[in-house]
């Protein structure tokens, strides 16, 4: 373990044999407390005093210090060197770092953290951390080790830098830890020994050689706001000692808190509520905030005591404590900045206009001009254009040329928003031109309303990244609107006319917001008089309502489903893949993406919603790859999946967001996983949400939505369904579900991948196709589908239970059908409605085996009895003894028929050869789960009642031990006929040749 902190170390650590590092140590929760070294060797010697104590955490300083504090022992009385960690003692440092998690709103693994991060840097092109470690907890510390020693000023410059990079590469990463100069962090080698965890802390990956820091300067040039901040500097008289030595900004006095929050939302909102919802680091930046104000600690109290766990004496400490720094000058920085607020979570800095001045918003009334924008890199310029080819011009037209002021256009070729400029050529007669009015592509444009008035919200890129905007209307249709797009990433050319034309186009997109934007962002959505059954339809997708009229504008989803469900790329790599799929007329594959044109037809059947589901125990046959291409039909086929770790709320909210679009969930593989998803199946397929109360008591409008949620599962969801229900069918009839069999597909599964990671960028544009035939063909896809549901009703003789089937085979077959009349599949109709049909015939033959019916001995009896038979002539061997444990040397037994009519040994029998002998049976539980499935029994409920009734032993054994024929490590089910329970067996026990 040394080796890899010794390697660490050397690495990581600035040492110049002048200046001190120190390495931590946190013990039982206690604060971190550390020992100053000069050298690698000497720090290496601490970190293993520190490891070898039971439950301890280490860490080092990343940054070396200008001394050390000299400390005596409170038991010894002896003194001793006590490391430092303050800015204002920094001295060096040498890398760049970053902390990406690997948890619910972060990573699912190790790996996937890692990939995201190489593929950012590549995609922008920066240089690959040099140094990798994996914290212990399932993290990742990523290293930048440079080749030269910073002091504090351009540590901090390269650092802000790599945040603003990240977040444009959508990096999901602690902003706090990468900005914190006297960060300290794990050390390779050692444990990380939080509760729960107690894992190792490791290496992952170490490059031997150091970036050049020039080459990382260069790298992330585009991203630094050193100009700006260096500007703020200058304007307010500020050198870096003053930043570094704790007197930042004070020479302007104390502050009234209430004029502050005049320009800065967050202090306005934090003074409006008292807190209330903010977490911890929120409130210790409020109550810093409240130490550089007149009346601090009152101020401290307004900041505070709306707070759920507010108390009078824990606030009055926290600000005798800062106001005791202030007064010392032991502040870091001193007056807290607008990114440090950022960095704890605070929403409102996202779109304050004032946060690119690098400020504090004890400082915003200070007014400081803002550097021209730097020309971004080559390759990035690239890659925005990249984007801009796989967006779709049309869409971009579609969107923004209704509501664009007269005489504006999106450039077909381009995307770029244009507009005619009149002026006066050299002869002196009036000529028009066609200008753009926007450096780059805006993709959409809508108003929504905020705390503070009307904002202006924009998508564009930035770095080459699809990136949201959001300006107060009142700024971009001001009087000086450049500044303030600027500093959300739109560019405003210069004039007169182009600020009167963004007037305008605002004054046209507040009249649509008003008048258009009241469906919902996804689905169906009535546009007259909702109270009138046969009012007019219209279909949201993407932005966009869809009806027999020109599309509209539609509400604006919430952000994470916009990263999920807006189109991407293009259509072919989709039509691509579908086409392998279906071209091998597998309809239980088929059937699943199908689903995808299927859901939408539900609100036509008159039910909420129904299940449609494919469970095999077996791999590789297709299952998550048919969902994944269903899923790519409208949003990007791995995330919008959902999973077990998504909780029932998210997944609720996130249905009745989408309306009409299907859900969908893959990879249920344990009992667990798949009792614990029955009961989302039934709030899904019952349409609609709980009823709740307001903050004000009031009742809220319930959340509904018509769709179809659609699995693949290792295990049929039915079975658990009857557990979860106590032997009811009430749950069962809301699922249609049928088992995956093996095939032999024409593509291999290698080539199978290819196609399926093209959707990763291309996905959406079916869903799109299919909206605008949905929106256009309302009123007769509606009379279809009902006319379908009578018909399919009265062929079938489906009772009123059976309804929900009649449902699921009704709209999917029709969603085939339009698919098939828009181009985009060719699904092999008859063979579809063939095999939904036998399928419905199975489904309704296994519903006369009540579940109750398998509490009952007699049926599980007659249920056993059929597979015992089915399986004696090809898979079952009879035998004079039974060898139950696989190890050692088995016993001689007598084997009573020819071997090689087996084809697969599933049953052993032991025959009663005496009087008074017992039979046994010995089952490979898979064997009979698979039996089972076919029969569509509900294999859990089986097993487990036939266990208890039968008296069976379930453990893991062997078969066939003794013959060529042997298994072992398999699942047993053993059934022993001396059991009275199992006497009806002992039939099968008996050698017809030999009667005793």
């Given at each position: 373990?040394?080796?890899?902190?010794?390697?660490?170390?050397?690495?990581?650590?600035?040492?110049?044999?002048?200046?001190?590092?120190?390495?931590?140590?946190?013990?039982?929760?206690?604060?971190?407390?550390?020992?100053?070294?000069?050298?690698?060797?000497?720090?290496?010697?601490?970190?293993?005093?520190?490891?070898?104590?039971?439950?301890?955490?280490?860490?080092?300083?990343?940054?070396?210090?200008?001394?050390?504090?000299?400390?005596?022992?409170?038991?010894?009385?002896?003194?001793?060197?006590?490391?430092?960690?303050?800015?204002?003692?920094?001295?060096?440092?040498?890398?760049?770092?970053?902390?990406?998690?690997?948890?619910?709103?972060?990573?699912?693994?190790?790996?996937?953290?890692?990939?995201?991060?190489?593929?950012?840097?590549?995609?922008?092109?920066?240089?690959?951390?040099?140094?990798?470690?994996?914290?212990?907890?399932?993290?990742?510390?990523?290293?930048?080790?440079?080749?030269?020693?910073?002091?504090?000023?351009?540590?901090?410059?390269?650092?802000?830098?790599?945040?603003?990079?990240?977040?444009?590469?959508?990096?999901?990463?602690?902003?706090?830890?990468?900005?914190?100069?006297?960060?300290?962090?794990?050390?390779?080698?050692?444990?990380?020994?939080?509760?729960?965890?107690?894992?190792?802390?490791?290496?992952?990956?170490?490059?031997?050689?150091?970036?050049?820091?020039?080459?990382?300067?260069?790298?992330?040039?585009?991203?630094?706001?050193?100009?700006?901040?260096?500007?703020?500097?200058?304007?307010?008289?500020?050198?870096?000692?003053?930043?570094?030595?704790?007197?930042?900004?004070?020479?302007?006095?104390?502050?009234?808190?209430?004029?502050?929050?005049?320009?800065?939302?967050?202090?306005?909102?934090?003074?409006?509520?008292?807190?209330?919802?903010?977490?911890?680091?929120?409130?210790?930046?409020?109550?810093?905030?409240?130490?550089?104000?007149?009346?601090?600690?009152?101020?401290?109290?307004?900041?505070?005591?709306?707070?759920?766990?507010?108390?009078?004496?824990?606030?009055?400490?926290?600000?005798?404590?800062?106001?005791?720094?202030?007064?010392?000058?032991?502040?870091?920085?001193?007056?807290?900045?607008?990114?440090?607020?950022?960095?704890?979570?605070?929403?409102?800095?996202?779109?304050?206009?004032?946060?690119?001045?690098?400020?504090?918003?004890?400082?915003?009334?200070?007014?400081?001009?803002?550097?021209?924008?730097?020309?971004?890199?080559?390759?990035?310029?690239?890659?925005?254009?990249?984007?801009?080819?796989?967006?779709?011009?049309?869409?971009?037209?579609?969107?923004?040329?209704?509501?664009?002021?007269?005489?504006?256009?999106?450039?077909?070729?381009?995307?770029?928003?244009?507009?005619?400029?009149?002026?006066?050529?050299?002869?002196?007669?009036?000529?028009?031109?066609?200008?753009?009015?926007?450096?780059?592509?805006?993709?959409?444009?809508?108003?929504?309303?905020?705390?503070?008035?009307?904002?202006?919200?924009?998508?564009?890129?930035?770095?080459?990244?699809?990136?949201?905007?959001?300006?107060?209307?009142?700024?971009?249709?001001?009087?000086?609107?450049?500044?303030?797009?600027?500093?959300?990433?739109l560019f405003l050319s210069e004039g007169k006319d182009t600020e009167a034309f963004m007037r305008d186009w605002l004054h046209n997109l507040k009249t649509a917001a008003e008048t258009v934007i009241t469906g919902v962002p996804f689905g169906w959505?009535?546009?007259?008089?909702?109270?009138?059954?046969?009012?007019?339809?219209?279909?949201?997708?993407?932005?966009?309502?869809?009806?027999?009229?020109?599309?509209?504008?539609?509400?604006?989803?919430?952000?994470?489903?916009?990263?999920?469900?807006?189109?991407?790329?293009?259509?072919?790599?989709?039509?691509?893949?579908?086409?392998?799929?279906?071209?091998?007329?597998?309809?239980?594959?088929?059937?699943?993406?199908?689903?995808?044109?299927?859901?939408?037809?539900?609100?036509?059947?008159?039910?909420?919603?129904?299940?449609?589901?494919?469970?095999?125990?077996?791999?590789?046959?297709?299952?998550?790859?048919?969902?994944?291409?269903?899923?790519?039909?409208?949003?990007?086929?791995?995330?919008?999946?959902?999973?077990?770790?998504?909780?029932?709320?998210?997944?609720?909210?996130?249905?009745?967001?989408?309306?009409?679009?299907?859900?969908?969930?893959?990879?249920?593989?344990?009992?667990?996983?798949?009792?614990?998803?029955?009961?989302?199946?039934?709030?899904?397929?019952?349409?609609?949400?709980?009823?709740?109360?307001?903050?004000?008591?009031?009742?809220?409008?319930?959340?509904?939505?018509?769709?179809?949620?659609?699995?693949?599962?290792?295990?049929?969801?039915?079975?658990?369904?009857?557990?979860?229900?106590?032997?009811?069918?009430?749950?069962?009839?809301?699922?249609?579900?049928?088992?995956?069999?093996?095939?032999?597909?024409?593509?291999?599964?290698?080539?199978m991948a290819q196609k399926i990671s093209q959707l990763e960028t291309n996905y959406g544009r079916a869903g799109e196709v299919y909206a605008k035939f949905l929106g256009a063909n309302a009123a007769s896809v509606r009379a279809q589908v009902a006319?379908?549901?009578?018909?399919?009703?009265?062929?079938?003789?489906?009772?009123?239970?059976?309804?929900?089937?009649?449902?699921?085979?009704?709209?999917?077959?029709?969603?085939?059908?339009?698919?098939?009349?828009?181009?985009?599949?060719?699904?092999?109709?008859?063979?579809?409605?063939?095999?939904?049909?036998?399928?419905?015939?199975?489904?309704?033959?296994?519903?006369?085996?009540?579940?109750?019916?398998?509490?009952?001995?007699?049926?599980?009896?007659?249920?056993?009895?059929?597979?015992?038979?089915?399986?004696?002539?090809?898979?079952?061997?009879?035998?004079?003894?039974?060898?139950?444990?696989?190890?050692?040397?088995?016993?001689?037994?007598?084997?009573?028929?020819?071997?090689?009519?087996?084809?697969?040994?599933?049953?052993?029998?032991?025959?009663?050869?005496?009087?008074?002998?017992?039979?046994?049976?010995?089952?490979?539980?898979?064997?009979?789960?698979?039996?089972?499935?076919?029969?569509?029994?509900?294999?859990?409920?089986?097993?487990?009642?036939?266990?208890?009734?039968?008296?069976?032993?379930?453990?893991?054994?062997?078969?066939?031990?003794?013959?060529?024929?042997?298994?072992?490590?398999?699942?047993?089910?053993?059934?022993?006929?001396?059991?009275?329970?199992?006497?009806?067996?002992?039939?099968?026990?008996?050698?017809?040749?030999?009667?005793?």
């Amino acid at each position: 373990m040394a080796e890899g902190a010794q390697l660490y170390l050397e690495r990581v650590l600035p040492l110049d044999g002048e200046h001190f590092v120190g390495v931590f140590n946190k013990e039982n929760g206690k604060g971190a407390f550390g020992y100053p070294g000069l050298t690698a060797d000497e720090a290496l010697k601490v970190v293993r005093r520190f490891r070898q104590r039971p439950g301890n955490n280490v860490y080092v300083s990343l940054a070396s210090q200008k001394g050390y504090d000299e400390r005596q022992s409170s038991k010894t009385g002896q003194a001793f060197k006590s490391a430092k960690r303050t800015l204002e003692t920094f001295a060096k440092s040498k890398c760049l770092y970053m902390d990406i998690d690997v948890k619910e709103k972060g990573y699912p693994s190790q790996e996937v953290a890692i990939a995201a991060l190489y593929e950012a840097v590549d995609n922008y092109q920066l240089p690959r951390p040099t140094v990798i470690v994996g914290s212990g907890s399932g993290g990742i510390h990523a290293y930048w080790v440079l080749d030269a020693l910073l002091d504090y000023m351009e540590w901090r410059s390269l650092s802000e830098a790599l945040i603003d990079w990240a977040d444009r590469a959508g990096i999901k990463f602690d902003r706090g830890v990468t900005i914190d100069g006297v960060r300290i962090l794990r050390v390779p080698g050692t444990m990380n020994n939080k509760p729960g965890v107690n894992k190792p802390v490791t290496i992952i990956y170490l490059e031997e050689q150091d970036i050049a820091l020039q080459d990382m300067h260069n790298a992330l040039a585009p991203y630094k706001r050193a100009g700006v901040a260096d500007r703020v500097r200058e304007a307010l008289g500020i050198g870096n000692a003053d930043v570094l030595g704790g007197n930042y900004f004070q020479a302007a006095g104390l502050r009234d808190i209430d004029k502050v929050a005049v320009e800065c939302p967050w202090i306005s909102n934090q003074l409006a509520t008292g807190g209330v919802g903010r977490d911890n680091p929120q409130w210790s930046q409020a109550v810093l905030v409240a130490s550089f104000c007149e009346n601090p600690e009152a101020t401290a109290h307004r900041l505070s005591n709306g707070h759920a766990q507010y108390t009078d004496t824990e606030t009055q400490a926290e600000i005798t404590r800062r106001l005791k720094e202030r007064d010392e000058g032991t502040h870091r920085v001193g007056f807290p900045s607008c990114h440090a607020i950022r960095d704890t979570g605070a929403d409102e800095c996202q779109t304050c206009p004032h946060f690119e001045l690098e400020t504090s918003p004890l400082k915003l009334g200070d007014t400081i001009a803002m550097p021209p924008e730097a020309p971004l890199p080559e390759a990035v310029r690239q890659a925005e254009e990249e984007v801009k080819r796989d967006y779709s011009l049309e869409t971009i037209a579609l969107k923004l040329n209704p509501f664009l002021p007269a005489g504006g256009r999106v450039n077909p070729q381009t995307g770029i928003v244009t507009a005619e400029r009149t002026s006066e050529n050299d002869d002196g007669d009036a000529e028009t031109k066609r200008i753009n009015v926007f450096k780059g592509v805006i993709f959409e444009a809508w108003i929504s309303r905020g705390t503070d008035g009307l904002i202006f919200n924009f998508m564009t890129t930035i770095g080459g990244k699809p990136t949201q905007g959001s300006v107060s209307v009142k700024e971009a249709g001001g009087s000086s609107p450049r500044g303030p797009l600027a500093g959300q990433g739109l560019f405003l050319s210069e004039g007169k006319d182009t600020e009167a034309f963004m007037r305008d186009w605002l004054h046209n997109l507040k009249t649509a917001a008003e008048t258009v934007i009241t469906g919902v962002p996804f689905g169906w959505h009535t546009m007259g008089d909702k109270d009138k059954a046969d009012a007019p339809l219209g279909f949201s997708y993407a932005g966009l309502q869809y009806s027999t009229k020109n599309p509209g504008l539609a509400p604006r989803p919430s952000e994470e489903l916009v990263k999920q469900y807006y189109p991407a790329g293009v259509i072919e790599p989709w039509k691509d893949a579908a086409a392998a799929i279906i071209a091998d007329n597998c309809q239980d594959r088929a059937v699943i993406i199908a689903s995808a044109f299927a859901a939408p037809l539900m609100r036509f059947t008159g039910e909420g919603g129904v299940a449609l589901g494919t469970f095999s125990p077996e791999s590789g046959l297709g299952k998550s790859t048919a969902l994944k291409i269903a899923q790519a039909v409208w949003g990007h086929p791995r995330r919008g999946l959902q999973g077990l770790d998504d909780t029932m709320n998210a997944t609720i909210q996130k249905a009745a967001e989408l309306n009409s679009l299907p859900v969908y969930y893959d990879e249920l593989k344990t009992h667990d996983e798949v009792t614990n998803f029955t009961s989302t199946l039934f709030r899904l397929t019952s349409g609609k949400g709980k009823a709740r109360l307001s903050a004000a008591a009031k009742q809220q409008e319930t959340p509904t939505w018509d769709t179809m949620l659609v699995y693949a599962s290792n295990d049929t969801i039915v079975a658990a369904l009857t557990e979860t229900t106590k032997g009811t069918v009430a749950g069962n009839v809301r699922v249609f579900e049928y088992q995956t069999r093996p095939f032999a597909p024409s593509i291999t599964p290698s080539a199978m991948a290819q196609k399926i990671s093209q959707l990763e960028t291309n996905y959406g544009r079916a869903g799109e196709v299919y909206a605008k035939f949905l929106g256009a063909n309302a009123a007769s896809v509606r009379a279809q589908v009902a006319e379908r549901m009578n018909s399919f009703a009265d062929k079938l003789g489906a009772t009123g239970e059976e309804r929900f089937w009649v449902s699921a085979m009704v709209i999917t077959l029709a969603g085939a059908a339009y698919a098939n009349q828009l181009g985009l599949t060719k699904f092999n109709l008859p063979s579809m409605r063939a095999f939904l049909t036998d399928e419905f015939d199975r489904m309704r033959a296994a519903r006369k085996i009540a579940a109750n019916d398998l509490m009952n001995i007699q049926s599980i009896i007659t249920i056993m009895s059929e597979f015992l038979a089915d399986m004696a002539s090809r898979r079952t061997i009879h035998t004079d003894q039974i060898n139950l444990k696989a190890r050692g040397r088995p016993k001689p037994l007598k084997l009573f028929e020819d071997p090689q009519r087996v084809d697969r040994l599933g049953v052993q029998i032991k025959y009663e050869t005496a009087p008074g002998d017992r039979g046994i049976i010995l089952i490979d539980e898979s064997e009979l789960e698979k039996w089972l499935g076919q029969k569509r029994i509900p294999i859990t409920v089986f097993l487990t009642s036939a266990g208890n009734l039968l008296r069976a032993d379930r453990s893991v054994g062997a078969l066939g031990t003794g013959t060529r024929l042997a298994i072992s490590n398999v699942r047993v089910f053993k059934i022993d006929t001396a059991e009275m329970s199992a006497e009806p067996f002992r039939k099968f026990c008996r050698d017809p040749e030999k009667p005793i």
